[in-house]
T-cell receptor
Framework: GAVVSQHPSRVICKSGTSVKIECRSL??????MFWYRQFPKQSLMLMAT?????????EQGVEKDKFLINHASLTLSTLTVTSAHPEDSSFYIC??????????FGPGTRLLVL | GNSVTQMEGPVTLSEEAFLTINCTYT??????LFWYVQYPGEGLQLLLK?????DKGSNKGFEATYRKETTSFHLEKGSVQVSDSAVYFC???????????FGQGTELSVKP
């Protein structure tokens, strides 16, 4: 099946710094990419949906200035957590979809803000 | 609105036991239904899917049948293995371009 990678897999940062997470579709062109957040033992919460070359659509309650999403190409999307705080610590998962229905998920990035 | 409800976990089974994880949904129209599996420390992997009523999705010994009359998509496996230990998510999407809506996940633990 299609492969979606994320980098880094794990990151620890100090409070107040910004962290960038990359999501790449390795063997297909992703017209749409999704960013999710998952708290321990909970379901995935959709944060935003992005289409290549256009602004991301954020879900209600997600701060777009806090979580900057760039979908620069058909194979790359980035999520930047700006001025991170301990409450931003979480597991962030990206997902990519081409023109078909199937959505492929990355392995996730665990962010710990100290 | 659209929603997915799964049976609460954790579910603990012995190896070779029969598995059922219940999933029911609420949706307008005719959604596509999915089961995803998340192994510890990893992202989600698509396990199986069904796109219309009475379809049966199957993969790796797991099966689920799209039951429109009961709005259900229960996951079953005849004989579980320790390696099946993971969190299983039921999900729906209402149309081709729509968002995936996930249930809360059910943790499965299989003991040798």
């Amino acid at each position: 099946g299609a492969v979606v990678s994320q980098h880094p897999s794990r990151v620890i940062c100090k409070s107040g710094t910004s962290v960038k997470i990359e999501c790449r579709s390795l063997d297909f062109q992703a017209t749409t990419m999704f960013w999710y957040r998952q708290f321990p033992k909970q379901s995935l919460m959709l944060m935003a949906t992005s289409n290549e070359g256009s602004k991301a659509t954020y879900e209600q309650g997600v701060e777009k200035d806090k979580f900057l999403i760039n979908h620069a190409s058909l194979t790359l999307s980035t999520l930047t957590v700006t001025s991170a705080h301990p409450e931003d610590s979480s597991f962030y998962i990206c997902s990519a979809r081409s023109e078909g229905e199937t959505q492929y998920f990355g392995p996730g990035t665990r962010l710990l803000v100290l | 609105g659209n929603s997915v409800t799964q049976m609460e976990g954790p579910v603990t089974l012995s190896e070779e036991a029969f598995l059922t994880i219940n999933c029911t949904y609420t949706a307008t129209g005719y959604p596509s239904l999915f089961w995803y599996v998340q192994y510890p420390g990893e992202g989600l992997q698509l396990l199986l899917k069904a796109t219309k009523a009475d379809d049966k999705g199957s993969n790796k010994g797991f099966e689920a049948t799209y039951r429109k009359e009961t709005t259900s998509f229960h996951l079953e496996k005849g004989s579980v293995q320790v390696s099946d230990s993971a969190v299983y998510f039921c999900a729906l999407r209402n149309n081709q371009g729509g968002k995936l809506i996930f249930g809360q996940g059910t943790e499965l633990s299989v003991k040798p």
